[in-house]
C-alpha cells in the first residue's frame, strides 16, 4: 500500500510538471520549453525587421506576397518597395512609368517614343526616342553615334561608331561594326544596352540588374571598363575587346593600344 501511495504522488507531480510546460498563453510574459506564442502573449519571435504572417516571416516592407500587411500581394508587373506595390520599372532615364501602368523604355515603344503618349505613326518606328521609318545606324548616324543620344561635332562624321574628321575615316573599319538594332515588336532595340531586350527581343532584365553588351548582370564597371560579355571589361588594353567588345587584335602581327589595335 506504502508503494502504491508513491507511485500516486509522484504521478500528480509529473502531471504538474508536464502542465507548468504547456501553452503559457495567458501568462504573465515568462517563456517556458513548451510556449505557443501568439499576439497577446509574446509576439513572433521574427528576427529584427520582420513581421509574422501564415506563411512564416516577413519583410511587409519588400514582401511581393504580403507588401505592407500579411497578405496584400502586389500585381505581377509590381514590386513592393518600402511596403507600397510600385510598377516594376528600371531606375534609368531611358525608362518611365508612363502614369504607373506601363513600364516604358522611351528609346524604343512606338507607343511613347521619347515621352510617354507619344505614339509613332503608321508605318513608322521608335529608334533612339525618336519615330523614325527605319532604325537608325549606329555606325553612321552622326546624331546617334555609337549609342543613342551620341552626337558628333559639325566638323565630324560617324565612321565606324565612333566621332572623326571625314578624313580620318578609313575604308575599312578596323573594329568590328556594332551590332544593328533589333527591331522589336514594340520598336527598334540596342539589345546591347535595352534593359527591356537585352540580348534578344523581349528578354529583360531585372531591377537589379543591368543590360551590358546583351547580358544581364549585377557587376558595376568602373573607369575605362565596359561590359564584354557580362563582365567588366578594360577596352584600352584589351587584345581580346580592343575599343570595342568582340574586336580581336591579330595575336601574330598586333596589339591593343588606347583602344586600337597596333601592328607591333
Not at 78 to 87: I, N, Q, S, T, Y
Not at 186 to 204: E, F, I, V
Request: net charge negative; hydrophobic share 25%; glycine share 12%.
Amino acid at each position: 500500500m506504502g508503494n502504491r501511495k508513491w507511485l500516486v504522488l509522484g504521478l500528480f507531480a509529473a502531471i504538474a510538471v508536464f502542465g507548468a510546460c504547456g501553452d503559457d498563453s495567458g501568462d504573465d510574459g515568462a517563456t517556458d520549453t513548451r510556449d505557443v506564442r501568439d499576439a497577446g502573449d509574446e509576439g513572433s519571435s521574427c528576427p529584427t525587421g520582420q513581421d509574422l504572417c501564415p506563411g512564416g516571416c516577413v519583410n511587409l516592407q519588400a514582401s511581393h506576397d504580403n507588401c505592407g500587411a500579411c497578405g496584400n500581394a502586389c500585381a505581377t508587373n509590381e514590386l513592393c518597395r518600402v511596403a507600397d506595390c510600385v510598377l516594376d520599372c528600371p531606375t534609368s532615364p531611358e525608362y518611365d512609368d508612363c502614369g504607373g501602368t506601363v513600364c516604358a523604355s522611351l528609346l524604343t515603344d512606338t507607343d511613347n517614343c521619347g515621352a510617354c503618349g507619344n505614339v509613332c505613326g503608321s508605318g513608322e518606328t521608335c529608334s533612339c526616342g525618336t519615330c523614325v521609318s527605319a532604325c537608325v545606324d549606329l555606325n553612321t548616324d552622326a546624331t546617334h553615334c555609337g549609342t543613342c543620344g551620341t552626337a558628333c561635332d559639325t566638323a565630324d562624321v560617324c565612321c565606324c561608331g565612333e566621332c572623326m574628321l571625314e578624313a580620318d575615316c578609313p575604308t575599312e573599319c578596323p573594329m568590328v561594326p556594332i551590332p544593328a538594332e533589333l527591331d522589336c515588336e514594340t520598336g527598334c532595340s540596342d539589345s546591347r544596352y535595352d534593359m527591356m531586350n537585352c540580348g534578344a527581343c523581349g528578354l529583360a532584365c531585372s531591377v537589379t540588374q543591368r543590360c551590358g553588351d546583351g547580358f544581364c548582370t549585377s557587376e558595376t564597371c568602373t573607369g575605362v571598363e565596359v561590359y564584354c560579355e557580362g563582365r567588366c571589361t578594360d577596352i584600352v588594353n584589351n587584345s581580346q575587346n580592343c575599343g570595342r567588345c568582340g574586336n580581336a587584335c591579330d595575336p601574330a602581327t598586333e596589339y591593343c593600344f588606347d583602344g586600337r589595335c597596333i601592328r607591333g
